[in-house]
């Protein structure tokens, strides 16, 4: 019965990680760079519910979408002027560092508008819970919400990049830029568009983040953010069925640790599951082998 | 009318010089062979011609429009397609999604289908191997995918980066036919090659290359014969 909770707890969590891994995958995938800052973006788009819900007091099916505007509005204005600017760099720390930096800049702002406080954010969802065995287990409807959500955002992604022509111009651009760009491809308007779906898709984990544990700093979306990029490199980075078992995964064992081997070692655990991993198929679960051309 | 003319090109990478001023031209109908040794600067070229690298100056004129600057996305809308050095097919998409990413300019679906149709007719084995990861088909049949992939645009001018590279003489030769099919067909072709014989064989004129500059021009066929030219490129 606890196993089967804690199961149901860890596929909650890992929906949540598998949404912002899936924003992290597509970005490496098609810009093949680590977008560091793309937790931080999930706590902007938090934020920005929260104003509109708690503050304003605008109704759920307003605050959602315009949320999701401002994360892809951000995530379009960091692409063009803190990545794109540094395409052509010689050294690929460059953008990490740059990443980094734009990381710290968001968390910086959110705690000059907003303070230090905790901010108690309301969920969104307001589905009855499910209670199974006599209420030895709880399904609340934020955990059916985060379930649902995470697996139709994985199917429309699939569907979009196999197919649709926006989705092949994408794999054309993640696969060799330069011979995109002979298909008559806008290589750079590919990855600026990558990005706007990938923040559009921090909105809505960091929407869904906050319902389920609803505290709010500007924090929130930093330690995410790290393990939804564990949980990218576990499943595959650039996959995005990869990033999706990833995430679940992750948060199966995350929850799973904490409560079978020890509470406070549950992010430790999390970690060295991503070494083993590692060690034993250095390109993840569902990562491509790199095949050599003839 | 030259189709395609280049005035006075000069490209560096960085503080190489790798092209120090050139020009040609490309009329309507022709095949043009350019030739020249490793390292000459033929890749270059092309690369510039379709907005890949930037030019340090001079100027290239497609259809007395003057491209130099033109993103290289917006080349191949005008009717130019580059068959690149090495194929460089999508290796992880079926052949049938390369194809289609080589029509991704064009609107008409219909139209798409007629030039796919033509495309399978000249590759026969493009349509039986329609559904292969690109990735897994040999060498000289990627090369076939990356010429239907050009072809799908449906382009006035066609670039062909050297085309025979690393493929077996029964393969060179299938693609040497197909290249003048092309060309018959009505698509003028500017030909970068390093087996000489045959593109002069081909080519209604050519241009000989050496270390970023034009050292010969001519008929193809007088180049063919020329001493100077036997003894450096045909190895005789
Ligand atoms: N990206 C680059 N950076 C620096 N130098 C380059 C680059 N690409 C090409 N070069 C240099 O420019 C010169 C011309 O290269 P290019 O590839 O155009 O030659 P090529 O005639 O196509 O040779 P090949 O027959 O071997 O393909 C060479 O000296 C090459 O080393
Ligand atoms: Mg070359």
Redesign the interface.
């Known amino acids: 019965m606890r196993f089967l909770a804690s199961l149901i707890n860890g596929i909650s969590l890992g929906s949540v990680y598998a949404i912002i891994a899936l924003g992290y995958t597509m970005v490496y995938g098609i810009a093949k760079m680590l977008n560091f800052a793309h937790g931080d973006v999930i706590m902007v788009g938090a934020y920005a519910a929260f104003v509109m819900l708690n503050q304003i007091g605008l109704p759920v099916y307003v605050a959602i979408p315009v949320s999701m505007v401002v994360c892809t509005v951000l995530g379009l204005v960091i692409e063009r002027f803190a990545y794109r600017p540094l395409r052509k760099a010689a050294s690929p720390l460059a953008v990490l560092i740059t990443a980094i930096g734009v990381s710290y800049l968001l968390q910086n702002l959110a705690l000059l508008i907003f303070g230090a406080n905790t901010r108690s954010f309301s969920s969104v969802v307001h589905l009855k819970s499910l209670r199974l065995f006599d209420g030895g287990i709880i399904i609340t409807g934020e955990m059916i919400v985060n379930a649902v959500v995470c697996v139709a955002i994985m199917a429309g992604l699939t569907l979009f990049v196999n197919k649709t022509?926006q989705g092949?111009?994408m794999?054309?651009v993640s696969?060799?830029k330069?011979?995109?760009?002979?298909?008559?491809?806008?290589?750079n308007g590919t990855i600026a568009l990558t990005f706007a779906i990938g923040a559009a898709l921090a909105a809505v984990a960091g929407v869904l983040m906050c319902s389920s544990y609803p505290a709010l700093t500007p924090y929130t979306g930093a330690m995410p953010g790290i393990k939804a990029f564990v949980a990218a490199v576990f499943g595959g980075i650039g996959s995005i069925p990869g990033a999706f078992i990833g995430g679940i995964l992750l948060g199966v064992i995350e929850v799973l640790g904490k409560s079978y081997i020890s509470s406070q070692l549950g992010d430790a655990i999390v970690f060295s599951v991503l070494i083993i991993v590692l060690l034993v198929k250095p390109t993840g679960i569902l990562g491509?082998n790199i095949?050599e051309?003839? | 009318m030259a189709m395609l003319e280049v005035n006075e090109l000069k490209v560096c990478y960085g503080v190489i010089q790798a092209i120090k001023g050139i020009s040609f031209h490309v009329n309507e109908g022709e095949v043009v062979a350019l030739i020249g040794a490793n390292g000459a600067g033929k890749t270059t070229i092309l690369h510039t011609i379709t907005g890949l690298i930037g030019a340090q100056s001079g100027e290239i004129l497609f259809e007395d429009k003057n491209i130099t600057k033109t993103a290289g996305h917006k080349i191949v809308s005008m009717g130019m397609a580059h068959v690149p050095e090495g194929r460089r097919v999508f290796s992880e998409l079926t052949v049938l999604q390369n194809l289609k990413l080589g029509a991704y300019t064009r609107k008409d679906k219909g139209e798409i289908e007629r030039t796919l149709e033509t495309v399978y007719e000249r590759f026969p084995r493009l349509y039986e191997r329609k559904n292969q990861i690109a990735g897994t088909m040999s060498g000289g049949e990627q090369q076939m995918l990356a010429m239907g992939r050009a072809l799908m645009s449906h382009p006035k001018l066609i670039l062909m980066d050297e085309p025979s590279m690393g493929l077996s003489p029964i393969f060179v030769n299938e693609i040497f036919d197909i290249i003048q099919k092309v060309s018959a067909s009505g698509t003028t072709v500017l030909l970068v090659e390093q087996n000489a014989k045959k593109a002069l064989t081909i080519a209604d004129r050519a241009y000989v290359l050496e270390t970023g500059r034009i050292v010969k021009e001519g008929a193809a066929e007088s180049l063919l014969h020329d001493d100077a030219i036997r003894k450096a490129y045909l190895g005789e």
């Open positions: 022509k092949q111009a794999r054309a696969e060799d330069g011979a995109a760009q002979l298909m008559g491809i806008n290589a491509k095949q051309k003839v």
